[in-house]
């Protein structure tokens, strides 16, 4: 920022380490955000529309296999049991995908300067990368809930859509979260392939999404309820049938406040990589 000197007509800038800046800076942070969702936008066949084909084949491999015969899980047929549950699997792989590339991908490309150079402080940054990829995670469960609703037997009724908005945003800050840590850690795209592949598949698929807990050995119900991905699951499906295997209702919301506080960790812990440059800046 400059200033004319009313004296001699000259321009003077502002003293060295004196920030320019002060607040949030708005319009770099749009900038962002908008470049992010951008970047999944022009490969949106592959980003939205692919995930949703996916869950979808999911949905109807485990219908045919498991929800014969009329079976009903928790007083619904099969089909409505499990759809909820895929729609936020498939939300928070989404969100995880799209902040663990972005700044890898710079890492990788020798651009990691476009992102670090800006004005931006380690807040916005990380700001910037984790709305755009909780867009990514919305689109993609709107995405999937669309091509569920017409397929038969799927009902998507809300009892509670609260609980279908909370759990749904907070299970996709969780993993854009874990995302980004993964991110700022990983040195090439394999590392991002083994966290994806032995970590968040498996947590993923292990969570409750196609069978209830109580159907486990005590020691398996244990080792399910370990798991955050599990109460992002069953609180996502609270919201559209009224019932989960967590418990009653002031359980849904007992796991709805756990799940804020461990985002908040996880976001705390992020921000410190950020800020101290750890694979960033050196």
Known sequence: MTSDDKSGGSI???????????????????ALYM????????????????????????????????????????????ATFVAPGLIMMAMMQNAFANSSFSLLSGKMQGTIIDLLMPPLSSGEMMAGILAAAMTRAI????????AMALWPGVSLTMAHPWAVLWFGLMGSMMLATVGLATSIWAEKFDHNAAVTNFIIAPLSLLSGT??????????????????????????????FLGQSDIGAADHVMAAGAGLLV?????????????????????
Do not use: C, D, M
């Open 139 to 146: 689109a993609v469960g709107f995405a999937v809930a669309l």
């Open 35 to 78: 470049k992010e969702v951008r970047r999944f936008l022009k490969v949106q066949t592959q980003t939205i529309w692919a995930p949703a084909f996916t869950t979808l084949l999911f949905l109807a491999i485990f219908t045919v296999a498991l929800g014969r015969e009329g079976r009903e899980v928790l007083g619904v047929p099969f």
């Open 210 to 239: 196609f069978y209830v807990i109580e159907n486990l050995h005590g020691v398996f119900q244990a080792v399910s309820r370990a798991n955050p991905f599990f109460y992002v699951i069953s609180g996502f499906r609270y919201g």
């Open 262 to 282: 461990l985002n908040i960790v996880l976001g705390v812990a992020v921000y410190a990589l950020l800020r101290s440059g750890w694979k960033l800046k050196s």
């Open 12 to 30: 003077r800038f502002s003293p060295r380490g004196v920030p320019v800046i002060i607040g949030v800076n708005r319009v770099g942070l749009s």
